[in-house]
């Protein structure tokens, strides 16, 4: 029996709307901005039609929330589990990457040439991210054999644990784009699993 899992990313917060763009880790907390919210409507409202069975998020606000909307369509709660939550990017939170550069210039053009394998400084690498978080939606997919779920994570998160299903290496994760709101669906049978849709955006085209 296959289980469909729509993997998405949690609405905007004000840190996704800053130019330059500001590092955004498991250390801010920010609720969803106006426009994160239009995007979790948007998002709740395209799932509508698909029988949910149960809604996982990880704990920080800004994917709680976005699960919210989510599983209110389905008169569901969303459960927060903590192997979902961003990555830990240590001293670079809140920076942009021209600030990460020049706090760290050396590390900074390591994690660039090998994001996958070298860490934030003091936080986590996309591998560490994916050891965890890859294994948290297995278990997820086989609580609910042949049942569709959703689960609202973050963008180092899904990028981790995508390129694992793809077979990418790690380094490359950075490459998958997630977007505010993108939807990824992943269907699991048995011990294999297939990536069927990425970062659909659709529904958010205004």
Excluded at 54 to 67: D, G, I, Q
Excluded at 138 to 160: D, E, F, T, Y
Excluded at 178 to 204: C, D, K, P, W
């Amino acid at each position: 029996m296959n289980t469909r899992v729509y993997l998405i990313r949690h609405g905007a917060t004000s840190a996704n709307g800053e130019v330059p763009y500001r590092l955004q880790g498991r250390g801010s907390n920010r609720s969803l901005d106006d426009l994160g919210i239009d995007q979790a409507r948007r998002t709740s409202r395209v799932l509508e039609s698909i029988p949910l069975v149960a809604v996982y998020s990880s704990p920080l606000v800004r994917a709680f929330e976005t699960a919210t909307y989510v599983a209110q369509a389905h008169r569901l709660s969303p459960i927060p589990i903590e192997a979902l939550t961003e990555a830990d990017i240590g001293r670079w939170e809140g920076l942009t990457w021209i600030e990460a550069h020049a706090l760290d210039p050396e590390l900074h053009d390591q994690f660039h040439a090998n994001p996958g394998t070298v860490a934030y400084p003091g936080g986590e690498s996309f591998a560490d991210v994916a050891s965890r978080a890859t294994p948290a939606l297995v278990n997820l997919a086989r609580a609910h054999p042949g049942s569709s779920i959703a689960v609202v994570a973050h963008n180092v998160v899904n990028r981790a644990v995508l390129a694992r299903l793809l077979g990418l290496p790690i380094d490359q994760a950075r490459t998958l784009r997630q977007a505010n709101g993108g939807i990824n669906m992943i269907e699991y049978e048995g011990t294999q699993s297939r990536v069927v849709m990425l970062n659909s955006i659709f529904h958010l085209q205004v």
